[in-house]
T-cell receptor, first 114, second 112 residues
Framework: AQTVTQSQPEMSVQEAETVTLSCTYD???????LFWYKQPPSRQMILVIR??????QNATENRFSVNFQKAAKSFSLKISDSQLGDAAMYFCAYLMNRDDKIIFGKGTRLHILP | KAGVTQTPRYLIKTRGQQVTLSCSPI?????VSWYQQTPGQGLQFLFE???????NKGNFPGRFSGRQFSNSRSEMNVSTLELGDSALYLCASSLALTYEQYFGPGTRLTVT
């Protein structure tokens, strides 16, 4: 069965610094999608970044980028120039294209220190 | 564009009762997914509807069911409520699961 593991339940980073959230997943499929979602306190979950497994190039969205290592089944999220508004719970998610069942990791709560 | 709306936002029920939650997706989105979020289990996929058909289902008992109407609005029903069903139920809509999902604010269900 596919699993998604986020090994860091909580992390803290100083404002303006860079932080990396880790995510590993287990799958025997070759075609799938990976996502990072952000859930700010008492606010709606929003997509941060999306990666298609067949694309070797790492996805980036402004200050957010991923390090996608398909062979290692690793999908880490790097946040550069951290801002107070980045404080949230971050979820890594895996979608197996063929099965279309989304699996989320347990999440990493990120604190931004002013 | 209006976002995903969920009603009600808060609900308190007693064990054994049933509950129906509603989700209105973003206009044009035909995929609606439901998730259960709890502190212990995290975010778990319940099911996904696309054009009124349930395409995928997570590992939940048959007490959890849903449906989607022709206007893409979706309802989720939980029968014979148990204490463990207390959770935040999130709905998300998208053009398809492989694309960005837009989440609603959730319905906080408390079972006493």
């Amino acid at each position: 069965a596919q699993t998604v593991t986020q090994s860091q339940p909580e992390m803290s980073v100083q404002e303006a610094e860079t932080v990396t959230l880790s995510c590993t997943y287990d799958t025997s499929e070759s075609d799938y999608y990976l996502f990072w979602y952000k859930q700010p306190p008492s606010r709606q979950m929003i997509l941060v970044i999306r990666q298609e497994a067949y694309k070797q190039q790492n996805a980036t969205e402004n200050r957010f980028s991923v390090n996608f290592q398909k062979a290692a089944k690793s999908f880490s999220l790097k946040i550069s120039d951290s801002q107070l508004g980045d404080a949230a719970m971050y979820f890594c998610a895996y979608l197996m294209n063929r099965d279309d069942k989304i699996i989320f990791g347990k999440g990493t709560r990120l604190h931004i220190l002013p | 564009k209006a976002g995903v709306t969920q009603t009600p936002r808060y609900l308190i029920k007693t064990r054994g009762q049933q509950v129906t939650l509603s989700c209105s997706p973003i206009s044009g989105h035909r995929s609606v997914s439901w998730y259960q979020q709890t502190p212990g289990q995290g975010l778990q996929f319940l099911f996904e509807y696309f054009s009124e058909t349930q395409r995928n289902k997570g590992n939940f008992p048959g007490r959890f069911s849903g449906r989607q109407f022709s206007n893409s609005r979706s309802e989720m029903n939980v029968s014979t409520l148990e204490l463990g069903d207390s959770a935040l139920y999130l709905c998300a809509s998208s053009l398809a699961l492989t694309y960005e999902q837009y989440f609603g604010p959730g319905t906080r269900l408390t079972v006493t």
